[in-house]
């Protein structure tokens, strides 16, 4: 009888201690909050400071930040929250409060004096072009800062990640689940930036004179990557000066070839044909950038007989963010190209004849798009009056597919690689499934300008091998007026009346998943079907009138969990929504889910 009597003391000897534990972390949590909401706020400040480019205000807010973050983590770290992290009910919400501590104070003392430093750097304008050249110097000084800066805060990721949030009281999950968001956030600019401070000084020549093709999609025609290539330039980078040595349009210069410049892969001739590989304007059918880029580089070589290092892309909207930067761009022709008409401008204005820009045939049309390129581009080398605007705009470029960059090189690639420029559906999803909704224009005409779109992503249950089922919403709509458009607007007219855009919508399931039940307008529609790199894709053809809005509803499923996965269910999991950037921006929700995993038999 002694055994079981002993064990019934320790029990209870383990609960009183627990109880108390818990007492005393109850009342140093209140200092906790306390410390870690006035360091919510500061970071807010700062924030705001290191966008206004004042540093030195922002430097002296990150010394009293450090001061609540070293006081989160240093009350969080006694015997007492050790004990409560063990407590029945709260302990995980002890423990997550005790990380979530942690983590920002790693952030205060780790990544953000090494960005402050960065944005320091930016704010004089040293890495950006000026007078012609980029300051190799600037970029190398700042690297091991970026990486720093990259390291801690996919550290904090990777840390964070640990707490199971499924377990978590509200207010304490919705913490836990905004620092997520920011983090991830974070983790997308300091690994751009950490990258784009490596891989700079090599592309801008250091070592060698680099020779760049820039093409510049033209989303009033769209296609899956963005637009039709339709102007392109050679720009020339020698020791970090940058030159524009030569100008060219892909229909006028590169023509049509007779055959694939190169192989394509089954699939992908599966899903667009050959004239992926034979139609310069057609390259960018497929929204895999680096298969577009490839191409159109060996078309390129075949009629230039150059063989560039690599592929840079942007369009118009592109350029609108950059002219926010510079103010308003002269023309040789016409009025100037400025950032809240850049985009109207060059791709309805220069066709209907608004503000004096219409243009007689397709040569005078690419002769006023280069003169474009060249009045921009020789504005940014020559220097921008609001560096951190201009690198904001790249950032918000990059972020939304407008700004691509592929390297022929395979070790610069790889550095490239995972992050916005790349311009690709990651080749796994892992934990987070990512959906592609992608269009091509089918008729030949400039009406895609028009084009307005919006795409929901609902995850709406699971399937017992452990699939998560996502629903997905698709709303396009045509502004097109009813007349008044040139023939050269209205292209082949494919759809009866030539107002009526046709379009086609490629729905990419995320990795080694499927596309079902595919409706529009609530009725059921027969849908062809393929696949490109690991996803099912569905494939339907929408015409809109003007003023008309189709809905395109599917269902899609992610891939079964591997063979002896744990299981992981209850997780939150948002799925995200990748989209062809267009003239106009889309409307994009996606709501949170909870991973499926497989139960426990």
């Known amino acids: 009888m ?93 423990m997550a409060v005790r990380t979530v501590a942690g983590v920002v104070d790693g952030l205060a003392h780790d990544a953000l004096p090494a960005l402050l430093d960065a944005v320091d750097t930016l704010g004089t304008g040293a890495v950006l072009p000026r007078e012609g ?49 920011g983090l991830d956030r974070l983790a997308s600019a300091t690994g751009a930036a950490s990258r784009a401070a490596r891989l700079a000084p090599a592309m801008l020549g250091a070592d060698g004179p680099r020779t760049y093709l820039l093409i510049f999609q033209n989303p009033a025609e769209i296609r899956a990557g963005g637009g039709m290539p339709g102007a392109y330039a050679v720009i020339r980078a020698e020791r970090g000066r940058i030159a524009m040595t030569g100008q060219g349009s892909a229909s006028s210069d590169l023509q049509v070839f007779l055959e694939p410049v190169l192989p394509l892969d089954p699939e992908a001739r599966a899903l667009y044909g050959d004239r992926l590989a034979t139609y ?77 820009t219409a243009l007689a045939d397709v040569r005078a049309k690419d002769r006023y798009f280069a003169s474009a390129a060249r009045a921009v581009f020789d504005t940014v080398v020559r220097g921008v009056a609001q560096p951190v605007a201009a690198v904001g705009g790249i950032a918000r470029a990059a972020a939304e597919g407008r700004l ?47 084009l307005t779109g919006e795409a929901e992503l609902t995850p709406v249950g699971c399937l017992v091998d452990g699939r998560m089922r996502l629903r997905l919403r698709v709303t396009l709509g045509s502004e097109a007026p009813e007349g008044g458009l040139p023939d050269y607007v209205l292209g082949l007219k494919l759809a009866g009346d030539p107002y009526t855009m046709r379009t086609q919508v490629l729905l990419f399931s995320p990795t080694g998943g499927g596309v079902d039940d595919v409706r529009v307008d609530g009725g059921p529609v027969a849908a062809g079907a393929g696949r490109e790199r690991g996803r099912s894709v569905a494939v339907l053809m929408l015409d809109l009138a003007p003023g008309q809005r189709h809905t395109v509803e599917a269902t ?46």
């Open 133 to 181: 050249g980029v300051g190799l110097d600037a970029l190398r000084a700042v690297a091991p800062g970026l990486a720093t800066a990259d390291a801690s805060t996919r550290e904090a990721r990777q840390r964070l990640a640990t707490v199971r949030t499924d377990e978590l009281l509200p207010p304490v999950r919705s913490a836990v689940q905004e620092l997520a968001e």
């Open 556 to 601: 899609l499923l992610t891939g079964a969990p591997p063979a002896g996965a744990p299981a992981a269910r209850g997780v939150p999991v948002q799925p995200t929504v990748k989209v062809t950037p267009g003239a106009r921006p889309w409307k994009i929700t996606s709501e949170q889910g909870r991973s499926c995993g497989i139960p426990n038999s």
């Open 280 to 356: 310069p304007a057609n390259v960018t059918l497929t929204p895999h950038f680096p298969t577009s880029a490839a191409l159109i580089r060996e078309m390129y070589r075949r009629r230039s007989g150059v063989t560039v290092d690599g592929v840079v892309s942007v369009d118009p909207v592109a350029l609108s963010y950059l002219l926010e930067a510079t103010g308003p761009v002269p023309m040789p022709t016409g009025p100037a190209l400025r950032a809240d008409t850049v985009v109207r401008q060059l791709l309805a204005d220069a066709y209907t004849g608004v503000s004096g």
């Open 404 to 450: 691509l960059i592929w390297s022929a090189r395979p070790d610069e690639q790889a550095i490239l690689d995972g992050t916005a420029v790349q311009g690709v559906l990651p080749a796994a999803d892992g934990a987070r499934p990512t959906v592609g909704v992608f269009l091509n224009d089918a008729t030949g005409a400039k009406l895609s300008y028009y």
């Open 2 to 94: 002694r055994r079981p009597r002993r064990r019934v003391l320790v029990a209870a000897t383990v609960a009183v201690v627990l109880l108390a534990s818990g007492l005393w972390t109850g009342l140093e949590a209140r200092s906790a909050y306390a410390h870690l909401s006035a360091a919510a706020g500061l970071v807010r400040r700062l924030e705001a400071q290191a966008a206004a480019r004042d540093t030195a205000a922002a430097r002296e807010t990150l010394v009293r930040l450090r001061a609540e973050t070293a006081a989160a983590r240093a009350g969080t770290g006694d015997p007492g929250w050790r004990l409560g992290s063990r407590a029945p009910f709260v302990g995980a919400d002890v």
